[in-house]
């Protein structure tokens, strides 16, 4: 811990320091001339010691979590149909990873370039969860209250509201179209929400009207438009023989080593503060 927070830019910048020294002639610091914008930085003024060398990072931004904690982490994967052989290299949150072994085609245990030298490996697993235990979900449109969509009974009320939606916007533009017909005075207030809005369905009347559609969706229209939506929803998950919504998802977690010791992290009270006037961020 930091007693002293006047103390934390001298750390800041003895940190910066370490890694350009650890990387060499060619080091690759990022600056972040926006001090209060860096991660370390946050982190030292919290109270925490930076870690021995940068942890991985998750869709850029500097990823702690997944050195600190053992909990299970949701991910995003990608380049795993690409590697054949293994070791090989594979795409978590968008940075670059080692595999260490395949156990099957949906479990492999992986590494990080900065961390492999120092024993850190996670398991990655590709997991089915149902609905209300994935982290990834599909909204229920038609009843809010809901929160996630669980069944396929849900994707086809959603399928549903979503036609009806079209329907009732065809209808308001047409019924629009006829207030403003020459004669009628009837005046609309509308704020500039509504005004977007109306413009949206009115374009979508205009563009029917161009095509020599009815004003309308169709029963064939409708039905067809219901079944190509529905489609889209089951595309992103799987269903269970009851009609339960299943989630492929991938999931990460720390198994070397079991517990962090100290020797993750840069000794404070062995490091030198540097000059207070440099910038800098090691991720």
Known sequence: MIANTSDVQAIYNAVIALEKERQGPLA???????????????????GFQPLIVPPPLAHSYPWYEVIESDAEHTVMVEGLDQTELTPGDICIHRARWVIVNKHSDTS???THPNWQDLGFTWLLELKQLPANEAEGYIYPHHNPSQVRATTLSDLEAIAKYFVDGKQRSLRAAVSRKESAA???TMEVKSNIRTRFLHRVDDELLR????KGLSDLLTDHEAQTLYE????????DV????????????????????TVISENTYLMINEMQGGDSSECGDET
């Open 28 to 46: 690759f610091v990022m600056h972040n001339h926006i001090r209060d914008k860096s991660a370390l930085f946050k982190r030292l003024q919290a």
């Open 108 to 110: 492999w245990v992986v």
């Open 182 to 184: 020459p004669g009628n």
């Open 207 to 210: 563009d029917r009207r161009e």
């Open 228 to 235: 190509h939506h529905l489609e889209q929803l089951k595309a």
């Open 238 to 257: 799987l269903l269970d023989d009851d009609g339960n919504i299943i989630f492929n998802e991938w999931r990460m977690r720390r198994i070397s080593p």
